[in-house]
């Protein structure tokens, strides 16, 4: 099935453009500068204040790396509905929208596209035991506190995200 994006201007204007995600380096289908689409970044927190990681699959880019689900908004699909999906597809796990918090935005810019980068916060309990890896996406998955995590950043097994000690921050403070 193609995967196709909305594009947007970096004010989350809708172009009218939208590309096919697989054939992002032909002149149809790349981001020009300034072209934006949305990727969304969910972070799930249970009752005991761990974080819900995965780690990604081998054949991924940057594979057995841990993370929080990652992935983008589909063309006409909202940012919080992204981010509902792609933990289900991912992990199998089915997040009450209503749980959902949009932390914040910023813009990410990488070789060959720019993205909008949404990063949601859902409280909620998940059971490590329901939880099911997507093979092609995911490798393991546990919960981990924010402690942990900026440990498996400093080691380079998590990936670096521009925003993580501030969204630790907040969070500690709530």
Request: one cysteine or more; a negative charge.
């Amino acid at each position: 099935m193609e995967e196709l994006w909305d594009v947007y201007d970096r004010y989350r204007n809708k172009t009218g453009k939208i590309v096919n995600r697989s054939k992002i380096c032909d002149d149809v289908n790349k981001l020009n500068e300034h072209e934006y689409h949305i990727v969304v970044h969910v972070w799930v927190k249970n009752f005991e204040g761990k974080w819900l990681i995965s780690k990604r699959a081998v054949n991924k880019t940057h594979p057995n790396m841990w993370e929080p689900t990652r992935g983008s908004a589909l063309s006409s699909e909202e940012s919080r509905s992204a981010a509902t999906r792609e933990v289900l597809e991912e992990l199998g796990v089915t997040l009450p929208p209503s749980k959902g918090t949009h932390w914040g935005s910023y813009l990410r810019h990488i070789e060959d596209r720019s993205e909008i980068s949404d990063i949601w916060v859902f409280k909620c309990d998940v059971d490590i035991k329901t939880v099911v890896c997507n093979p092609k996406e995911t490798s393991d998955a546990r919960f981990a506190t924010s402690d942990e995590i900026e440990k498996l950043v400093a080691e380079n097994k998590f990936i670096k995200l521009p925003y993580i000690e501030d969204l630790f921050l907040s969070e500690k403070s709530i």
